[in-house]
C-alpha cells in the first residue's frame, strides 16, 4: 500500500517536470504543503467526537472548578475564578502580550 | 466634519458606555465580563469621543501620556500584587493561601486578589485601546493623508 502511493508520488513528478514543465522548487513546495495539509487532516481525524462524555477534557479538573471553585476563590463566576486565581500565570502572560503589542505599535509608529 | 446628530448622540450615550464599563470590571468576579471585556467597554467609549467630535476633545478626557502611564501601572500592579502574595507569605498570584480577604461569596468587596487584579486589568485594557487609538491615528496626521475617522 504504501510504494503505491510513492510510485504516484513519482510519477505525479514526472508529468509535472516534464508535461508542465513545473520547476523542482515549485514541486518541492507542493509536497511540503501536501504533507503539512496530510499531518493536519490526520489530526483532525483523531480528534474525540465533540462533547462526548469520555473525552479527556471532562476530567477531574473541570469537576474541581465547578464544585469547588466559589469555596476556594471567592468569586461566584466560575469563569474569573479560573483565569484570576487558578490560572493567573497564563492571564499575567496574556497581559504581557498587549503590553508588548503595544510597546510594539508605539515603537513602531512614533520612530518615523 | 460637523455633525450636530452624532455629537449629541455620543454625548448622550458616552456616560452610560462608561457607567457600564466601570460596573462590568467591578463585577468581573460576580457576573459574566471581568477587567477585559470591561476594559474594552470602556476603552471604546473613550474612543467615540475622539471619532464623534475630534483628537484634542479625546485628550482633553485622557490625555495620552496618562493613557500610557495607565497601561503600564495596569501590568505593574497585576504583577505587583503576585508579589505581594509572596511577602504575606504564599506563593506568586496566591489568592486565598497568600491570606488576602475573601470576604462573604457574591459581595461586591469580595474574592480577594481576583477584584483587584480586576482593576488593575480593566485599566489596563481601557488605556491599551486609547493608546493603540491614538498612535495610529497620530501616525496617520503625520504622513500628510486626510483624516477620514471624525464624524
Redesign the interface.
Known sequence: MSYLGIIFLIILTLILRLMFGVETRALLTLYILGLIIFIFAFAVAEMPPFGSVTNPVFNEMSARFLEMG????????I???V???YR??D??GE??V??A??AA??AT??S? | MEDQIVRLTSRLVVPFIQLYGIYVIVH???????GFSGGAIFGASLVLIAVSFNLEAGAKQVSPQSA?IL??G??LG??LT?LAAVVMGGS??A??AAGFP??V??DLF?????FI??LF?GA??AS?IV??FY??I??EK?DGTPEKHSG
Open positions: 466559589a469555596v476556594e476563590t471567592g468569586a461566584v463566576n469563569v474569573s475564578s483565569i484570576l486565581d493567573a500565570y492571564t499575567l497581559a504581557t498587549l503590553f503589542a503595544i505599535v508605539i509608529l512614533k518615523h | 468581573g468576579h460576580l457576573s459574566p465580563g471581568g500610557s497601561e503600564s495596569g501590568a497585576f504583577a503576585g506568586y498570584l489568592n486565598r475573601i470576604g461569596t457574591g469580595s474574592s480577594g486578589a481576583i487584579i480586576t486589568l489596563k485594557v491599551t493608546t493603540l498612535n495610529i497620530e501616525g503625520k
